[in-house]
C-alpha cells in the first residue's frame, strides 16, 4: 500500500492517506451556521479512511458536540445507524482533541472504525477510519498511521 501525503490547499493540512484520495467538499449546516468543508477520502481493501477539514474554529462548540453531529450526520447520508464507544479527550500537537471508536451494526454487515476530531484555532479536523467488523486490527494500525502523518500549520 502506498501512503501518498494529501493536503487541504486552503488550510494547508496535510495527512498521508493509503492511496490517492477522493475529495468530497460539502457546506454543512452546523448551529444554524453554514461551513465549508473538504474531505479527502481514500478506500482501500480493508476500509476507508480520510480527513475531514471545517472552515470554522474547532474550539466554537464542545467537541462532543461535533461527535454527536458526524453520528448524525452518518446516519442522514447512509440510513443505517452509527454509534460511538470508549469516547476519550486527548490532546494533538497541544490542541484539544476527541477519540472514539465507532460502530455500525446493518442488516449484512458490522462496520467498525475510529475517528479524532481535533480543534483548533482556525478549523475543525476530523480524521477517520471506517470499515468491515473483521478488519478491526488493519484499520486500527491504518488510523495510528493517519494521526502520525497528520499536520496543522
Same mark, same amino acid.
Given at each position: 500500500?502506498?501512503?501518498?501525503? $494529501?493536503?487541504?490547499?486552503? *488550510?494547508?493540512? $496535510?495527512a498521508e492517506l493509503p492511496g490517492?484520495?477522493?475529495?468530497?467538499?460539502?457546506?454543512? *449546516?452546523?448551529?444554524?451556521?453554514?461551513?465549508?468543508?473538504?474531505?479527502?477520502?481514500?478506500?482501500t481493501r480493508d476500509g476507508a479512511t480520510g480527513f475531514a477539514v471545517h472552515d470554522m474554529p474547532g474550539d466554537r462548540y464542545p467537541l462532543e458536540d461535533n461527535l454527536q453531529r458526524v453520528l448524525? *450526520?452518518?446516519?442522514?447520508?447512509?440510513?443505517?445507524?452509527? $454509534?460511538? *464507544?470508549?469516547?476519550?479527550?486527548? $490532546?494533538?500537537?497541544?490542541r484539544p482533541a476527541l477519540d472514539a471508536r465507532l460502530t455500525s451494526e446493518t442488516g449484512v454487515e458490522t462496520?467498525?472504525?475510529?475517528?479524532?476530531?481535533i480543534g483548533d484555532d482556525k478549523h475543525l479536523v476530523q480524521a477517520l477510519v471506517l470499515g468491515p467488523e473483521a478488519n478491526e486490527k488493519a484499520l486500527e494500525t491504518m488510523h495510528e498511521r493517519l494521526l502520525a502523518g497528520l499536520r496543522i500549520p
Open positions: 500500500m502506498d501512503w501518498v501525503e $494529501t493536503t487541504d490547499p486552503p *488550510s494547508g493540512i $496535510t490517492k484520495a477522493t475529495v468530497r467538499k460539502a457546506t454543512v *449546516s452546523i448551529e444554524g451556521e453554514n461551513v465549508d468543508a473538504r474531505m479527502y477520502i481514500a478506500d448524525e *450526520s452518518y446516519m442522514q447520508n447512509t440510513a443505517e445507524p452509527l $454509534t460511538s *464507544s470508549n469516547v476519550q479527550k486527548v $490532546t494533538f500537537d497541544g462496520l467498525v472504525g475510529f475517528i479524532r476530531l
